[in-house]
């Protein structure tokens, strides 16, 4: 498998213009994480979903972002209207399992977003 | 919820040398405990994970100690390598507690493995 499978890699966008990331779990996963991380915050959880429902969207920042995950192998992650401070690496990782069966969490190499 | 402080943020050492970072902990129901490494460029990847009925673990130059009643959790890299060099960083969650495995990840640590 080819792992997580995250798009774009690194996106450029001046402020108020509609940002969309895509992610491709891996097959099977059924769970699935989106993480930003920035040199002030560290790692935070944004959302996750577990069979494509989702489970604690507490961590979005606000009503700007949005996630989906329309069938059980795609998620995406929107901002609308983005800011300078959405700017961060974003990722995007996939689990198998829950509770005492919990598995690792595979991380997709991330999208790196540069609001102007 | 969940809260995880570590440290240190950056170490330094000479290959060869041992490095320890450690980790605290705030939510007594947490019961499970992974360290990730990220690589320059890259997702975090999972290198080790402890849960909560175990004391301790270790796999070749890598071993986590856990302390339950102290509420704290350390990485010790034994005889280290320049590509130990990496970000590292704790983690803690309840995987009884939701579905899925919410974590809840430290600050990270920058660990310089020096030649």
């Known amino acids: 498998d080819a792992g997580v499978i995250q798009s774009p890699r690194h996106e450029v966008t001046e402020m108020g213009q509609e940002v969309t990331l895509r992610c491709k779990l891996i097959s099977g996963h059924n769970s699935l994480f989106w993480y930003r991380q920035t040199m002030m915050r560290g790692l935070e959880l944004l959302i996750y979903?577990?069979?494509?429902?989702?489970?604690?969207d507490s961590g979005m920042p606000e009503d700007r972002f949005s996630a989906k995950m329309p069938n059980a192998s795609f998620s995406t992650l929107k901002i609308q209207p983005s800011e300078p401070r959405d700017s961060a690496v974003y990722f995007c990782?996939?689990?198998?399992?829950?509770?005492?069966?919990?598995?690792?969490?595979?991380f997709g190499e991330g999208s790196r977003l540069t609001v102007l | 919820g969940e809260n995880v402080e570590q440290h240190p943020s950056t170490l330094s050492v000479q290959e060869g040398d041992s490095a320890v970072i450690k980790c605290t902990y705030s939510d007594s129901a947490s019961n499970y405990f992974p360290w990730y490494k990220q690589e320059l460029g890259k997702g975090p990847q999972l290198i080790i994970d402890i849960r909560s009925n175990v004391g301790e673990k270790k796999d070749q130059r890598i071993a986590v100690t856990l302390n339950k009643t102290a509420k704290h959790f350390s990485l010790h890299i034994t005889e280290t390598q320049p590509e130990d060099s990496a970000v590292y960083f704790c983690?803690?969650?309840?995987?009884?507690?939701?579905?899925?495995?919410?974590?809840?990840f430290g600050g990270g640590t920058r660990v310089l493995v020096k030649p």
């Open positions: 983690a803690a969650s309840n995987i009884l507690k939701a579905a899925g495995n919410k974590l809840t």
């Open positions: 979903f577990n069979n494509n429902v989702p489970i604690d």
């Open positions: 990782a996939s689990s198998l399992g829950q509770g005492l069966n919990t598995g690792e969490l595979f």
